[in-house]
């Protein structure tokens, strides 16, 4: 009967061994989905010397070779107008908008080499920046609060920073750029 129990023992300890492997790899899953879900991906761009991001839930599309139609009587970030595919849209100097010095100098170009779309339930425009790089991955928790040097301005426009790559990176609020000119939603 020793080598009877010894034998039940050992099946005992496989089973145990099997149910405890289940359970890590299902704990592993777990973190790792939960990991997953709370994953952001910004899409990046430059300002002048500043780099900046766009949430890409926000990004309907870069699009190539704008050519703009000005209209009158607009704030100066307002460009003008783009034809998008037979879709109207407005042209946004970001940088004018949250007063960061450009590079780049939009106020006499008709034509812009390209533009990221951005869009909401209320709005879509057609945002210019300097240069536009990469989208980067990261985790939800990553990103603080923005910096309490911006000015009042710049604040309204910022949500929040991350680093990447060594690199501060101000996120930009979708809601508050799309906002309807002269209205409060």
């Given amino acids: ?89 407005s042209v946004t100097d970001l940088g004018a908008m949250i007063r960061v010095p450009s590079r780049t100098q939009h106020t006499d170009v008709e034509e812009l080499p390209s533009a990221i779309i951005i869009a909401n339930e209320h709005c879509v425009t057609a945002v210019v920046v300097d240069e536009i790089g990469d989208i980067a991955e990261i985790p939800g928790g990553d990103v603080e609060p923005a910096l309490s040097t911006l000015d009042k301005m710049q604040a309204e426009f910022v949500a929040g920073s991350v680093y990447i790559g060594g690199r501060l990176i101000g996120v930009v609020n979708l809601e508050k750029v799309l906002e309807p000119i002269g209205e409060d939603v």
């Fill in 1 to 89: 009967m020793g080598a009877d129990s010894r034998l039940l023992n050992d099946i005992h300890v496989l089973k145990m061994d099997e149910v405890l492997r289940k359970r890590a790899q299902s704990l592993a899953q777990a973190q790792e989905e939960e990991a997953t879900d709370d994953a952001r991906s910004l899409l990046l761009f430059r300002l002048g010397e500043e780099w900046y991001a766009f949430p890409v839930e926000g990004v309907r599309e870069i699009y190539n070779d704008c050519s703009i139609t000005r209209i009158p009587r607009v704030p100066e970030y307002i460009l003008g107008v783009v034809n998008v595919r037979g879709e109207i849209m």
